[in-house]
Each structure stands twice: as C-alpha cells, then as structure tokens.
C-alpha cells in the first residue's frame, strides 16, 4: 500500500501564493510513477490541477498554467505543489494523488482546503 500525506493548506488572499506538499510512504512505494494535485471545490467534480512522473514530466490544467507549479523529489518521496496569484476560484479541497505504473491503481491523500479570499 501507499500512504499519503498533505500539508500546506490554509486561507490566503487573492493574489497571495501557498505551498502545497505530499510525502508519501508505504510498501510498494516503488511501484508509483506518477504523482499529482487535484482539487474539489463544493458542488463540483474533483479535478486534475497538475501531475508530474518519474521522470519529470508535468501536466497542468489551463485554469493554472503558469500560477502553479508542481514538482517532486524522488529521493524524499515527496510533491510539491507551489501556488502563485492565486484567485478565488482556486479554493477547493486539494487531494494528492498517486499512481501505480503497472495496475494503474491510485492512491489518495485526506486532503487539504485552500481558501482563497477576495
């Protein structure tokens, strides 16, 4: 199993930047290639915000194309998720999510709110 947890969430103003963080840990920890962000706001579908692979490799959403960066050190086991000019709408639940290469099989964390205000 994989085992997730986030940090970094809290409230911000519009315009104001967050850092979010997963470490991640487990038994088939080495299993995983792709970790990623996504976010669910009330009332709405939870969202791809960024994933990154093994190897470094990044998708973003467009909503944060070039507000958000997303990165990852092997070694620690650990994505980040650095949030810039952030709006409003950004606030959400923000999840960190792990993927398996081979079964697909994702893992998620417990989730940490951002609250962006205006």
Avoid: H
């Amino acid at each position: 199993q994989v085992q997730l947890v986030e940090s970094g969430g809290g409230l911000v103003l519009a315009g104001g930047s967050l850092r979010l963080s997963c470490a991640a840990s487990g038994s088939i920890i080495f299993s995983i290639n792709t970790m990623g962000w996504y976010r669910q706001g009330p009332g709405t579908q939870r969202e791809l915000v960024a994933a990154v692979s093994r190897v470094g490799s990044t998708n973003y959403a467009d909503s944060v194309k070039g507000r958000f960066t997303i990165s990852r050190d092997n070694a620690k086991k650990t994505v980040y998720l650095q949030m810039n000019s952030l709006k409003p709408e950004d606030a959400a639940v923000y999840y960190c999510n792990a993927r398996a290469a081979v079964s697909a099989t994702n893992y998620w964390g417990q989730g940490t709110q951002v609250t962006v205000s205006s």
